[in-house]
């Protein structure tokens, strides 16, 4: 009986904006042109770097994307993520598309972070955060559409990803004299708020039900657990542990882990805790559903000044009323 012959695999491909490729910087993976109705030519292969002529000669054919086989799709986030900086320097990117660079390449580097927290995934993390504020000072648009963007399925890291957006811009609403060279190293503890996360098992994290005592006491670490983990990576700036400690501070004094008061707590701190309750009650989790922004500022309202700081609560709304609708 004759064998039969393995089935054909049909490449898939993915359309990628040419604005978002560096020129004179190799990709690491095949690109593609497209001919015609599922017709693809090899037009640059894997080793060989994106000339500015190509580029050029892509450009005066009024070519605007190339195509990849889906199955590189990561490679190309690896791409994204060593180039960052060069590839947000190009002035045919719309902000648009810078937003969504910024996000897709964020949610890449923070998920490898609590996968595998390293001296090397913060230092991928801290260049994000630098070419985000970079990005954020050229273009200020590009904060409110990062805002706008934000993963609406709770995961630690876009969780980490989303509140260090949303403070990051409130950081900025709130003291607009503040230097970038600050911005970026609190823009680092933002986005860090969460690492001793990464230490806590996943069960207790992805728990459907309340957590039982042990359980919420070993949560309650998590802040102190992720100062320690930062120090032990050489990320020992005060600023940046003082919000990994802080977040969960109240101002009542009912917070953890220490039970600061509200003159003990910093001003980053305070608009970090702001930040991670906002995205924890407008984010939709397997046993919850997101509540809508209106929804989260009511409750926020209500808990203020307990546990929230009064004089940014103005403020809070109106950088957040806007995302609503």
């Given at each position: 009986?004759?064998?039969?012959?393995?089935?054909?695999?049909?490449?898939?491909?993915?359309?990628?904006?040419?604005?978002?490729?560096?020129?004179?910087?190799?990709?690491?993976?095949?690109?593609?042109?497209?001919?015609?109705?599922?017709?693809?030519?090899?037009?640059?292969?894997?080793?060989?770097?994106?000339?500015?002529?190509?580029?050029?000669?892509?450009?005066?054919?009024?070519?605007?994307?190339?195509?990849?086989?889906?199955?590189?799709?990561?490679?190309?986030?690896?791409?994204?993520?060593?180039?960052?900086?060069?590839?947000?320097?190009?002035?045919?990117?719309?902000?648009?598309?810078?937003?969504?660079?910024?996000?897709?390449?964020?949610?890449?580097?923070?998920?490898?972070?609590?996968?595998?927290?390293?001296?090397?995934?913060?230092?991928?993390?801290?260049?994000?955060?630098?070419?985000?504020?970079?990005?954020?000072?050229?273009?200020?648009?590009?904060?409110?559409?990062?805002?706008?963007?934000?993963?609406?399925?709770?995961?630690?890291?876009?969780?980490?990803?989303?509140?260090?957006?949303?403070?990051?811009?409130?950081?900025?609403?709130?003291?607009?004299?503040?230097?970038?060279?600050?911005?970026?190293?609190?823009?680092?503890?933002?986005?860090?708020?969460?690492?001793?996360?990464?230490?806590?098992?996943?069960?207790?994290?992805?728990?459907?039900?309340?957590?039982?005592?042990?359980?919420?006491?070993?949560?309650?670490?998590?802040?102190?657990?992720?100062?320690?983990?930062?120090?032990?990576?050489?990320?020992?700036?005060?600023?940046?542990?003082?919000?990994?400690?802080?977040?969960?501070?109240?101002?009542?004094?009912?917070?953890?882990?220490?039970?600061?008061?509200?003159?003990e707590i910093s001003l980053p701190g305070k608009i970090c805790a702001f930040c991670d309750v906002f995205d924890a009650l407008t984010t939709k989790r397997s046993y919850k559903k997101a509540m809508t922004t209106f929804e989260a500022l009511k409750i926020i309202q209500k808990e203020t000044p307990d546990h929230f700081e009064a004089e940014l609560l103005n403020p809070f709304i109106l950088l957040f009323s806007q995302q609503e609708g």
């Amino acid at each position: 009986m004759p064998q039969r012959s393995a089935p054909k695999i049909i490449p898939k491909y993915q359309q990628i904006p040419l604005s978002t490729l560096a020129p004179e910087r190799q990709v690491g993976i095949k690109l593609f042109l497209r001919t015609g109705q599922d017709r693809y030519v090899l037009f640059l292969n894997e080793t060989n770097a994106l000339s500015t002529s190509k580029l050029e000669q892509l450009k005066h054919n009024n070519v605007s994307h190339l195509y990849l086989n889906t199955d590189d799709h990561q490679g190309y986030l690896n791409y994204l993520k060593n180039n960052l900086a060069a590839v947000l320097d190009n002035p045919d990117l719309t902000e648009n598309a810078k937003a969504s660079i910024i996000y897709d390449t964020a949610s890449d580097i923070t998920e490898e972070l609590f996968l595998n927290p390293s001296t090397e995934n913060i230092e991928q993390t801290r260049n994000l955060v630098d070419c985000m504020i970079d990005t954020i000072s050229q273009s200020p648009k590009t904060s409110n559409l990062l805002m706008m963007i934000t993963n609406q399925d709770y995961y630690t890291y876009t969780h980490s990803i989303n509140v260090g957006i949303y403070a990051v811009s409130m950081m900025r609403k709130t003291v607009p004299s503040i230097s970038e060279a600050d911005l970026k190293n609190l823009g680092l503890g933002f986005f860090l708020h969460d690492l001793g996360k990464a230490r806590i098992p996943k069960a207790i994290i992805n728990k459907k039900g309340s957590l039982d005592q042990d359980e919420w006491l070993l949560m309650q670490a998590h802040p102190t657990m992720g100062a320690e983990l930062a120090q032990e990576m050489k990320t020992d700036n005060p600023e940046i542990i003082d919000i990994i400690l802080t977040h969960h501070e109240h101002c009542g004094g009912s917070g953890y882990p220490k039970k600061l008061a509200r003159k003990e707590i910093s001003l980053p701190g305070k608009i970090c805790a702001f930040c991670d309750v906002f995205d924890a009650l407008t984010t939709k989790r397997s046993y919850k559903k997101a509540m809508t922004t209106f929804e989260a500022l009511k409750i926020i309202q209500k808990e203020t000044p307990d546990h929230f700081e009064a004089e940014l609560l103005n403020p809070f709304i109106l950088l957040f009323s806007q995302q609503e609708g």
